[in-house]
């Protein structure tokens, strides 16, 4: 592939929606649904979920429990995604148009992984994991994130394995996802 160029791939999200909160869930699943017709959306909660949580989350889209740290739900999602490439988002965010085109400039190959620069933040240790964008491949060939550790500490190893393989963390500006 080349850079620069705008490139179309298979792509999907998943809603990570850890305080259970299905109006927030509703609003992140129509503003994709809304902007990217037919792509597919899963949604991510954690392990208090209860059983009448899961089956009114289940009327909005897929949806898979976790357990209660933000690894254990990207690694949930990666596991069931319907997609090989896929954006991480919270429930509440609104996800604006055309965000596969603007990364897919930046995408070289499989080992590529994206976040957006939020808050001046350019780094993907203390960089936002809301508009994250990658592979499946990478946590078959990484290995998943661990879940115990503070956010910062299992984002550090993981990067570092990361690329040890040959995975390039990019950091991407101006994406809207609010």
Request: aromatic share 12%.
């Amino acid at each position: 592939m080349r850079l620069y160029n705008k490139k179309i791939f298979d792509y999907g999200f998943i809603i990570l929606c850890s305080e259970r909160r299905v109006n927030l869930l509703i609003s992140t699943a129509n503003s994709i649904k809304n902007r990217y017709e037919k792509v597919p959306y899963i949604c991510v909660t954690d392990d208090s979920a209860k059983a009448m949580d899961l089956k009114e989350m289940k009327t909005v889209c897929d949806t898979f429990k976790g357990k209660n740290t933000f690894s254990s739900l990207i690694n949930t999602g990666v596991k069931n995604a319907k997609t090989d490439w896929n954006f991480i988002v919270f429930a509440g965010s609104t996800v604006g148009a055309k965000l596969n085109e603007k990364y897919s400039v930046f995408v070289e190959d499989e080992k590529d992984i994206l976040f957006p620069i939020v808050d001046q933040k350019y780094d993907f240790i203390n960089g936002s994991l809301n508009g994250l964008f990658f592979h499946k491949k990478a946590i078959k060939e990484i290995g998943s994130i661990d879940e115990e550790g503070s956010l910062e500490f299992v984002k550090t190893i993981w990067a570092a394995k990361g690329i040890v393989k040959g995975y390039k963390f990019k950091a991407i500006a101006n994406v809207k996802i609010i």
